[in-house]
């Protein structure tokens, strides 16, 4: 038998090993490489895509009749393909008038009718982001009377005057995008006016082409060089699903990926300094709120409840396990929106909750809760945990899946519900339609006012009703600002921090972004450079 | 002479594979006899296979929808108001009794319509058609490790038990065995990509490779090699290699400790003294002789450790972005979407079943009164 020394063994494997070394300093000047999680998206169809990766996506394959400046989100929803717009008297129509000029991917000419049908089509469809149209009082039924075409502007008829900004938002959303009537006639299955089909391909005008989509995997845009905004300059865009943040950070390091974009804390701790090697910090629209199940005898008791806000240590998470990543604030309204509060009044006092608790008589009490096995909420559980036992309140935590959960919360089962609220479309009303909106609190109901059995005051209720058809936007700012500084008092739901995403990338990358508190990423404008 | 008997065929899960009938000497009877008769031993196996699939797709069924995670929500969003939900709920079919979802189900796949997953969006016999053989080269590539260092190593360690190799063989089967597989992957990472840059990163290929090659067997580097892209070929061998030998380490470590065994049993016969006293060479016994007998066992316990690895390495699969079977089938188990995680099982399943039956002929072809 022949006989290798443990020398030549090791030799030979590395001279096996050595040429694989497959990594470059940097992947090509015209594509951009971002790593993320994507495992979420299940549609590309504008009608039905309502998940954050899904979004991602449609952002950049679709136009809207209005779209945000990603250099410049501050200034709110901007002409896209509409050019302009004008309300009627009534203030219950509106008018947008189409670009000339205009094509689609397909090389069809963008039409006031592709306008028309696309907001036909998602409300017949009735998937999940269609209450964002539906909510102006159109229905499958009368849908095709309220929206119409003429010539080269397309009319929307509500139900009410809403007000303009409101509706304008609304249209910035995904479930608005213009889709390619003509494209998409052409692979209808049955009733289902194409959306098997748009799941998986696309039709639109934005910025990039979907060049695949292998779910789990990756997502490959190409660059549509007679976008009407100008030719990306990145010609194609790659999105890996790398879930692993140490995966991505080797990556991104090796220089084979330009964004990473899940980091965690430490890993961005690991990356800040390196050569080469940039964070960019951008305020999101998710929410970290608590919600008190008014179910529960001792969560619905007002002493209970305002004892509860000096049992938070918001500045220990935000400086731990949090940092970075989630901000302090204590409002429905996220940073970024009309009539944002940046109050956050509530501070870490134990001794303020034990005076209220024994003021109220409060002895003691056990609450057993049910929370998502994530780590961010266990650790923000067993922070609560630990402040309520030192009030003399003892919290039981339950871990479950994500999934139980959001049955339990479904059904008002959950007492005390940690966990995070994403806003639909670039408006308040977005967030105040679902904390402070609870129309039927004995009945059926979905928004989460009504999951955690808040009644919310009618007086409430009207405010928020009003500010959704208050034309003045300063007035209806100042109506937001107020609604929540009575919510910040009084309500059993408690927003605690607000989402800072921490995007990691190489310095060469230029302009990116995640699409702020309102919308989503959009890559049109990134460019790569020394 | 002793001889170990076959031990394989039976062991190998799901219970109720089908073994390979042996066939009784035709007595004299014509062609056409014999013919009838492998008809019917190959109707007998078939049979077999569909009854074992079938009770596996019952059971999958079953715990699916047991389980406490509703596929509604996860096509409605959290957000849909309770009219959504239920109008989803009757689209899905949820409404039905169980025995009939089963039944529609079972005539859906009969006629070759796996449906559509609610997680990816695509129709399932598409997503198997890209996530199986992802795994199934993976795999094959962990075992081909796994044999070509276990089973030597398990020869050597029981030729020459108690040496540096049978000491060495024992703590790489020992740390095989306790260490964490997610631990072992990323430190692999950090240290032939991260460090060193001796290997691809996370994915199946890089970025400038990806749909280069045309797709025939989607093995990328079987189809790589057919279109003679060898950069192609370099790049997908560079990206396999790391995951690939993290799980050859672990079937190593199963299938050098079993070796060993199986060789100790044979060493220790007289017929290994008799070869021996006739003057044959040490090289000549062990080889030629104790090993020729552990081929059946070895052969069964090959079948088992590629069959757990073609389960797919859920961990692995993560850690090395590979989008394989065992990340697709945990992933929408979660989510409650049963098409996909039965047309996971069918595949998974028809896998075992295959490899079982593959070992039995190999039974036959490896032990002569088998044949």
């Known amino acids: ?530 | 002479m002793t001889r170990t008997a076959p031990t394989g065929g039976q062991a190998l899960p799901p219970a109720g594979a089908a073994p390979v009938p042996a066939l009784p000497p035709a007595p004299g009877s014509g062609r056409l006899a014999a013919t009838g008769r492998r008809a019917r031993a190959l109707g007998g196996i078939l049979l077999s296979l569909a009854l074992t699939l079938l009770g596996l797709l019952l059971v999958t069924f079953i715990i699916g929808r047991v389980m406490p995670i509703d596929p509604v929500l996860k096509v409605v969003g959290e957000r849909a108001t309770p009219e959504q939900y239920e109008a989803a709920r009757q689209a899905m079919g949820l409404d039905q009794p169980l025995a009939v979802q089963f039944l529609t189900y079972i005539g859906d796949v009969l006629r070759g319509d796996f449906g559509r997953s609610i997680s990816t969006g695509h129709p399932v016999a598409e997503d198997l058609r890209r996530v199986f053989p992802a795994t199934l080269e993976l795999a094959a590539m962990g075992t081909l490790i796994g044999v070509l260092a276990g089973v030597p190593l398990g020869v050597v360690a029981a030729a020459r038990r108690g040496g540096w190799v049978d000491q060495i063989a024992r703590v790489a089967a020992l740390v095989g065995y306790s260490m964490p597989i997610f631990w072992l992957g990323l430190m692999g990472l950090l240290v032939f990509y991260g460090i060193l840059g001796w290997v691809g990163g996370p994915g199946r290929q890089d970025i400038l490779y990806d749909g280069m090659v045309p797709e025939v067997t989607r093995l990328l580097l079987i189809d790589s090699a057919l279109a003679g892209d060898w950069g192609a070929f370099r790049d997908a061998f560079g990206h396999i290699i790391l995951p690939a030998s993290l799980l050859g380490y672990f079937s190593l470590a199963y299938i050098s400790r079993m070796t060993r065994s199986f060789m100790l049993e044979q060493l220790s016969a007289e017929y290994i003294t008799t070869a021996r006293v006739k003057g044959l060479s040490e090289g000549r016994v062990v080889w030629g002789h104790a090993f020729r007998n552990i081929a059946v066992p070895l052969v069964t316990v090959i079948a088992l450790s590629f069959g757990s690895l073609l389960e797919g390495s859920v961990l692995t699969e993560i850690i090395f972005s590979w989008p394989g079977i065992g990340s697709y089938i945990t992933k929408t188990l979660l989510a409650g979407d049963m098409n996909a995680v039965l047309g996971g099982t069918i595949v998974v399943g028809v896998c075992f079943i295959g490899l079982n039956v593959l070992s039995d002929l190999l039974y036959r072809f490896l032990d002569p009164r088998a044949a």
């Open chain 1, 1 to 530: 038998m022949t006989r290798f020394s443990p020398r030549a063994i090791l030799l030979a494997s590395a001279i096996a090993v050595a040429p694989l070394s497959a990594a470059w300093a940097e992947t090509p000047a015209d594509v951009l490489v971002v790593a993320h999680t994507i495992d979420d998206i299940i549609s590309l169809d504008p009608a039905q895509s309502f998940e954050f990766s899904g979004n991602d996506v449609t952002q950049n394959l679709y136009s809207r009749l209005v779209d945000f400046d990603p250099l410049n989100l501050e200034a709110g929803f901007q002409p896209s393909l509409a050019e302009k717009w004008e309300v009627s008297e009534d203030g219950k129509t509106i008018t947008l008038t189409l670009r000339e000029g205009v094509t689609f991917q397909s090389g069809n000419p963008v039409r006031a009718e592709d306008a028309a049908w696309s907001l036909q089509r998602a409300v017949k469809l009735d998937k999940s982001p269609a209450f964002i149209l539906t909510q102006f009082g159109l229905t499958p039924e009368n849908v095709d009377q309220m929206v119409k075409a003429d010539g080269n502007t397309v009319s929307i008829t509500m139900d009410q005057p809403y007000a303009q900004s409101f509706v304008l938002n609304c249209l910035s959303a995904s479930v608005a995008s213009v889709i390619d009537k003509e494209t998409v006639l052409q692979h209808v299955e049955g009733d289902d006016l194409g959306n098997a089909w748009l799941t998986t391909n696309s039709a639109g005008s934005g910025p990039y082409a979907l060049a695949a989509w292998r779910p789990n995997e990756v997502v490959q845009l190409t660059a549509f060089e007679n976008y009407f905004g100008g030719a990306p300059k990145m010609k194609r865009v790659i999105v890996k699903n790398v879930q692993e943040s140490s995966a991505q950070r080797l990556q991104l390091e090796a220089g084979d990926i330009d964004v990473a974009r899940n980091l965690t804390p430490s890993d961005i701790e690991g990356v800040t300094g390196k050569e080469g090697i940039v964070i960019k910090d951008e305020p999101r629209g998710r929410i970290l709120y608590m919600g008190m199940s008014q179910r529960d005898p001792l969560l619905s008791q007002a002493p209970v409840q305002q004892a509860m806000r000096h049992l938070i240590d918001f500045e220990g998470m935000a400086n731990s396990f949090l940092k970075g990543q989630w901000r302090i604030h204590q409002n429905f309204i996220p940073e970024g929106y009309l009539g944002a509060s940046d109050e956050n009044p509530w501070t870490y006092d134990i001794e303020a909750a034990k005076k209220i608790l024994t003021d109220a008589g409060i002895t003691g009490g056990t609450i057993t809760t049910k929370v998502r096995d994530l780590r961010e909420y266990l650790d923000v559980a067993q922070t609560l945990q630990a402040s309520m036992a030192q009030a003399g309140l003892t919290l039981n935590i339950e871990q479950m899946t994500g999934a139980q959960v959001l049955d339990a919360y479904r059904a008002r089962e959950v007492p005390i519900f940690l966990g995070e609220w994403g806003p639909d479309y670039a408006d308040p009303q977005t967030n105040a339609g679902t904390f402070a909106w609870n129309p039927d609190n004995e009945g059926k109901g979905s928004t989460l006012a009504w999951r955690n059995s808040y009644a919310v005051p009618a007086a409430m209720q009207e405010a928020v009703k009003a500010a959704t058809l208050e034309g003045d936007s300063d007035k209806r700012k100042q109506m937001y600002l107020d609604i929540q500084a009575e919510y910040r008092a009084n309500a059993p739901i408690l927003p605690l921090f607000q989402r800072v995403e921490q995007a990691a990338m190489r310095d060469t990358v230029k302009d990116w972004s995640a699409g702020g508190a309102v919308t989503s990423v959009m890559y049109h404008q990134v460019s790569k450079g020394e």
